[in-house]
């Protein structure tokens, strides 16, 4: 089965940005509302982002709305994850599936959020 792979990740100060993408192989998103997960050490795999086909709506969880900005780009089968105003609980591995999380995970990016 086909796996996303997300990139972008790092280590950034509190208060600083990263842009997150996912990207698939073939037209793997098409037609699916797409979204951002992630998994903090110790903790379950969390819901951040999702956005619809082809992308008019998004919805986020309340930790990150205003702060974070999910977007995609059909042509491209590329979802994307702007993250602005980072903190330190934002620390976590990131992830992209489908909404009902259909796909077989990928390998994550891991994002650090230094105090």
């Known amino acids: 089965q086909v796996q996303p792979v997300e990139s972008g990740g790092g280590l950034v100060q509190a208060g600083g940005s990263l842009r997150l993408s996912c990207a698939a192989s073939g037209r793997t998103f098409s037609l699916k509302t797409m979204g951002w997960f992630r998994q903090a050490p110790g903790k379950e795999r969390e819901f951040v982002a999702t956005?619809?086909?082809?992308?008019?709506?998004?919805n986020y969880a309340d930790s990150v709305k205003g702060r974070f900005t999910i977007s995609r780009d059909n042509a491209k089968n590329t979802v994307y994850l702007q993250m602005n105003s980072l903190k330190p609980e934002d620390t976590a591995v990131y992830y992209c599936?489908?909404?009902?999380?259909?796909?077989?995970w990928g390998q994550g990016t891991q994002v650090t959020v230094s105090s």
């Open positions: 599936n489908t909404r009902d999380r259909a796909l077989t």
């Open positions: 956005i619809s086909w082809p992308g008019a709506n998004t």
